[in-house]
């Protein structure tokens, strides 16, 4: 079906996915964080679909905000965060920060004003009835080498983090 | 108001990844670093779904890739921060100092 | 308007895939009245059934046979005072059972309930399904987190670690049933849904039997997965009452309670609704391959009709044998008013353009609820699992079961 009201959504997407973004990085509580992320990972998602990507939006909400997540709400759990809430939560590097994030968005307006003639809208929006098949047969195709590799780099990742936390192996 | 193009999604996307590397700059929680860590990973991805919209299907199979590269991350990231907790009984960045003798 | 509102009833699409925004509506009104309902129901027949199970006889006062006892109880819930603990974190506290209801009833969006009988059909159906019902341990997790307290604390973080782990085993057996669709003459299977079942029509064969035993090992896989995944007995550890008082609900009280209450049911009838829709042949009648033809047709679509006659006959019989002292009148009365509306919608299905339409709803209904009955079946059956062995039996017998499954139907599918 046509989309409906697509402006409408982007600019509530957009609104949720960066103000959600900006509580993450503002929240003393770590879980708050956590949770403000998650926000900011559906927004994401919904965004997504509205690009006509389901598979990836289907991946970020399963992987992303199911897997990934709990995972961090698990760990946040595990180490005791009460004490660390209590102590400084930033660090003296804000000029640094405030320096590299001024030179990426001068780096982002220079993209934005020179990039206009690179971008342009050709439109061929996707045909959303077949996408998953489409991806299937890319991903099988002609990125199956870098198939394999991510599941290598899965592999040494899951050894990886039972070497780290575990205490005795 | 003007229909929704490519660059609107990227705007959105560069202040996800300008957001991420102030808090990788200036936060001190080990937790919180990571999080914007996957912030600027989300920003990157959002900028090649949008671009999979004109160029290709192709910029979707590389955010799959990103997510898995993510998942990895996180996996490791996490494991490494409960060896520190478990050592050093802190999660601040700034006290992972061992090696500055 | 009136055209607009006729259009759907006469096409072959879902209203949101047609783009009938009038029809999507009155579908989600309708599941969300329907799964309250059935929540409901739940609740009284859990109780009897696991009654009958321990030889006992379960509420028998509000209502006859209890039947009035699950309003009794909602009207209790709404009562009740909402108490928030003081050391609580209060927005997460707020949010938690909001997240866990809204994921709840989310994923009935794609859940087929006939051909055309759903509010839409994705693309992604089965990955949405899933990704949004295994957003539902975030809610736990918050819930736990916010009481600040030990046994929520204790139940969240057991909880995640059993979602989590279960969730790929589950995720595994789904992937077998999926390889499935793709047995065709283009190769090309679905995710969707709709297309999952439409797929098992033209192979003319429930998944769980195809290839046998594989299908069947999937099917008992992820039976095993949906149970952990909806914190349920034998792995109801999350909220172990023996150990955790209530786990990660200890806190809450009166209408949040409920609103997890809600949830967890209506979570099991959403996972069941994917087992049926993967593996039992979603809308199908039974025996699609060995009983076809008319006259087969014509004796299946007599069923619903049948089932809610018998079901009038039961209750018919109950109010017989009502006590005869005058304080249980109203009761008898009022027992043998629900058989005659039983009987009524047996007649109704026997009408011919009823029963062609709410065959396909009858027969998924009847699958979800005997896997519901599953459900109350283990809990009445099985002694509770330890953490250790929970996580032994997820990562050690169902994920490699799952892998060889897996392997095993992709070789299947190429040689046959």
């Known amino acids: ?169 | 108001m003007a229909p929704i193009s490519t660059l609107h999604y990227l705007v959105v996307a560069a202040a996800l990844f300008i957001l991420g590397v102030i808090g990788v700059l200036t936060r001190r929680n080990v937790v919180i670093v990571l999080m914007s860590i996957e912030l600027i990973l989300n920003a990157v991805n959002l900028n090649l779904v949008a671009f999979s919209r004109i160029w290709g299907l192709h910029g979707q199979i590389f955010a799959i890739f990103v997510i898995t590269d993510a998942a990895a991350e996180a996996a490791v990231g996490l494991g490494i921060l409960i060896a520190f907790f478990r050592n050093k009984e802190t999660v601040n960045m700034d006290e992972v100092d061992l090696m500055k003798w | ?416």
Do not use: C
């Open chain 1, 1 to 169: 079906m046509a989309p409906v009201a697509t402006t409408f959504f982007f600019y509530f997407l957009s609104a949720l996915t960066v103000l959600s973004g900006v509580l993450v990085i503002t929240r003393k509580n770590a879980v708050h964080s956590a949770l403000a992320l998650i926000v900011s990972l559906l927004g994401q998602a919904a965004l997504y679909l509205m690009l006509y990507a389901p598979f990836v939006a289907g991946v970020q909400i399963i992987l992303y905000a199911g897997g990934i997540m709990v995972l961090f709400l698990f760990v946040i759990m595990l180490v005791s965060i009460e004490k660390a809430q209590k102590e400084e939560q930033f660090n003296q590097q804000w000029l640094v920060g405030l320096a590299a994030a001024l030179a990426l968005g001068a780096l982002f307006v220079l993209v934005y004003v020179k990039g206009r003639a690179l971008f342009p809208d050709r439109g061929i929006l996707m045909p959303e009835q077949s996408n998953t098949q489409q991806v299937a047969v890319l991903l099988y195709g002609n990125y199956m080498f870098t198939f394999e590799i991510a599941s290598l780099l899965l592999l040494v990742a899951i050894i990886g983090a039972v070497v780290m936390a575990k205490k005795r192996i």
């Open chain 3, 1 to 416: 308007m009136l055209d607009y509102i006729t259009s759907y009833l006469k096409s072959d699409l879902t209203p949101g895939s047609a783009g009938n925004l009038f029809w999507a509506f009155v579908y989600i009104v309708l599941i969300f009245l329907g799964l309250s309902v059935a929540v409901i129901a739940m609740n009284w027949l859990e109780r009897k059934i696991l009654a009958h199970m321990q030889v006992r006889l379960g509420p028998m006062r509000v209502g006859p046979h209890g039947l009035l006892q699950p309003i009794a109880d909602a009207l209790k819930l709404l009562i009740k005072e909402d108490i928030m603990p003081s050391a609580a974190d209060p927005w997460v506290f707020w949010s938690a059972p909001l997240l866990v209801v809204i994921t709840a009833f989310t994923v009935f969006v794609v859940v087929p309930f006939g051909p055309t009988h759903a509010v839409t059909d994705m693309n992604i159906g089965v990955l949405f399904m899933l990704g949004v019902s295994s957003l539902s341990v975030l809610g736990v997790v918050m819930a736990g987190w916010a009481s600040n307290s030990h046994y929520p604390l204790m139940g969240a973080l057991r909880s995640s670690a059993q979602m989590v782990s279960y969730e790929i085993a589950m995720g595994l057996a789904v992937i077998s049933a999926v390889l499935m669709t793709s047995l065709n003459n283009e190769g090309t299977g679905t995710l969707s849904m709709i297309g999952i079942v439409q797929a098992q029509q033209a192979q003319h064969v429930w998944f769980a039997f195809k290839f046998f035993p594989l299908g069947l090992i999937a099917f008992f896989i992820f039976a095993v997965a949906m149970v952990a995944e909806t914190n349920r007995a034998p792995f109801d550890l999350p909220e172990a009452e023996s150990e955790l008082t209530a786990g990660f609900h200890t806190e809450y009280s009166g209408f949040r309670w409920s609103l997890f209450f809600l949830a967890e049911y209506s979570a099991m009838i959403a996972v069941s609704s994917i087992a049926v829709t993967l593996w039992l042949g979603g809308w199908m009648r039974p025996f699609p391959n060995a009983l076809n033809g008319e006259t087969w047709d014509l004796v299946f679509s007599l069923v619903p009709g049948l089932t809610f006659l018998l079901l009038a006959a039961i209750t018919f019989y109950s109010t017989a044998r009502m006590p005869k002292h005058p304080y249980f009148k109203v009761q008898t009365i009022g027992l043998g008013g629900f058989g005659a509306v039983l009987a009524l919608i047996g007649v109704a299905l026997f009408i011919p353009p009823v029963r062609d339409r709410v065959q396909d709803i009858f027969w998924f209904s009847a699958k979800v609820a005997f896997s519901m009955y599953m459900y109350i079946w283990y809990r009445g059956t099985f002694p509770r699992y330890r953490f250790d062995q929970l996580m032994k039996v997820g990562w050690k017998v169902l994920l490699p079961l799952g892998i060889g499954v897996l392997v095993l139907t992709a070789i299947a599918g190429i040689l046959f």
